[in-house]
């Protein structure tokens, strides 16, 4: 009940601040009043008795200070009087302002842009794809070469057998096909992504028209469009699903078209989708899962793990290969720390630019400061401590440096 009554009077004090000091200006009066006319009545003369009132409680506007300074709301209401003079200051000063917020704005701007790429490119899933703190890529690294290698179709069959630890397992190619795209007369170029035929299915990628192709659907020549594609080339236009467009010198059948959220596992974003059919011993996969429930990423690289040295003590895969798990993302984990190098690079540049603006900003500031000498000395004249200079030039700083990341923020955007 004490937090309710004081916010309540803090609330009061913020919003009828006139009010509220007109009363303290009234009270404070009649006290004063009454102690002179007690005195008075006691004897002693009106002038004495003023001054003797004025030792003993102090002077009023004094104590209505004191009084502002301690009543609840007191600091959120300095703090709203520094900044709406640190705004007056700024606009008077257009030109040191704008230099001062343009020079953090692009320290801020780039420093967010490179920050929000890597962390949508190595941090989270590619988007569009249900639950996707669930997915996982499945890595396998050759003992004695540097790097991770990319997985034949055999060993996506094995893996997809014996793993015990993950719900379900797909496999995609990383290079897009390029192929010549014929329908209605007309031709053109299209990149293709080739996945295995329960790709959608296991990334819970629902059709937004006709629908995706599943398990079933391993030898039928079908497509499913990016909504992107569709959209460009066939003018969004429902009735190209079940119609007939020729690949590869072949027809292939439009299943159907995926939402305009989903781009595909990797940056690159394809124009559609087929299902691997043929040329499979030659296929180079990623291999990714998802995992079952309740199933940790560490317990889902354990079981991994002992695919793999089964799969290395097989006749058929004579190889001594290293097999794990890692989070699933838009830069594949072969091609992951090449990524995390190039943009910390890049990070490193942007936050050594951002630190060159801070300091050229803070040079102007203290260049300012300077010509604020008489402003300063006027307000410790008429009784401003030290303190309160502090959190006044804080405040200013506070509210320049706001402004250039707004700034830079909607630069970035």
Not at 263 to 289: E, F, H, Q, Y
Request: net charge positive; charged share 20%; proline share 4%.
């Amino acid at each position: 009940m004490r937090a309710i009554a004081r916010f309540r009077a803090a609330w009061r004090n913020l919003l009828y601040r006139d009010p509220v000091d007109r009363d303290l200006d009234d009270e404070l009066a009649a006290m004063f009043d009454t102690a002179v006319e007690e005195r008075v009545h006691a004897g002693v003369d009106l002038a004495e008795a003023r001054r003797l009132t004025n030792l003993e409680l102090g002077r009023k506007d004094s104590i209505a200070t004191e009084v502002r300074q301690r009543r609840a709301g007191a600091g959120l209401d300095a703090f709203l009087q520094d900044a709406r003079y640190g705004a007056r200051v700024l606009r008077s000063n257009p030109i040191f302002t704008l230099t001062a917020a343009l020079s953090l704005a692009i320290g801020i701007g780039a420093t967010t842009t490179i920050f929000t790429i890597a962390n949508g490119l190595l941090l989270r899933a590619a988007p569009g794809a249900a639950d996707p703190d669930s997915l996982v890529d499945i890595v396998r690294a050759e003992k004695g070469r540097f790097g991770l290698s990319l997985s034949p179709y055999a060993d996506y069959l094995e893996v997809r057998q014996r793993v015990t630890t993950l719900d379900s397992v797909y496999a995609y190619q990383l290079d897009l096909e390029s192929l010549s795209l014929r329908q209605g007369g007309g031709a053109e170029r299209v990149f293709a992504g080739i996945v295995t035929p329960n790709y959608f299915t296991v990334l819970g990628v629902s059709a937004a028209a006709g629908r995706v192709f599943g398990e079933g659907d391993a030898t039928e020549a079908l497509v499913v469009l990016s909504h992107g594609f569709w959209t460009r080339r066939f003018n969004a236009d429902p009735a190209i699903v079940g119609r007939a467009v020729h690949l590869k010198g072949r027809p292939y059948v439009v299943a159907g078209v995926v939402p305009a959220q989903f781009r595909g596992m990797t940056v690159i974003a394809p124009d559609l989708w087929l299902p691997i059919s043929a040329n499979l011993d030659s296929a180079k996969l990623i291999i990714g899962g998802r995992l079952k429930p309740g199933v940790t990423r560490a317990q889902a690289a354990a079981g991994v793990s002992a695919v793999g040295r089964t799969l290395g003590r097989d006749r058929r895969f004579p190889r001594d290969d290293e097999w794990t798990v890692t989070f699933s993302s838009p830069i594949p984990a072969i091609l992951r720390g090449v990524a995390a190098a190039f943009l910390s690079l890049l990070m490193i540049l942007v936050s050594l630019v951002l630190l060159i603006a801070c300091a050229n900003v803070a040079g102007i500031l203290l260049a300012r400061a300077t010509a604020r000498r008489r402003e300063i000395a006027v307000r410790v004249a008429i009784g401003a401590g030290r303190a309160r200079l502090v959190r006044q030039l804080l405040t200013e700083s506070t509210m320049l440096f706001g402004l250039g990341g707004v700034v830079g923020a909607a630069w970035r955007g």
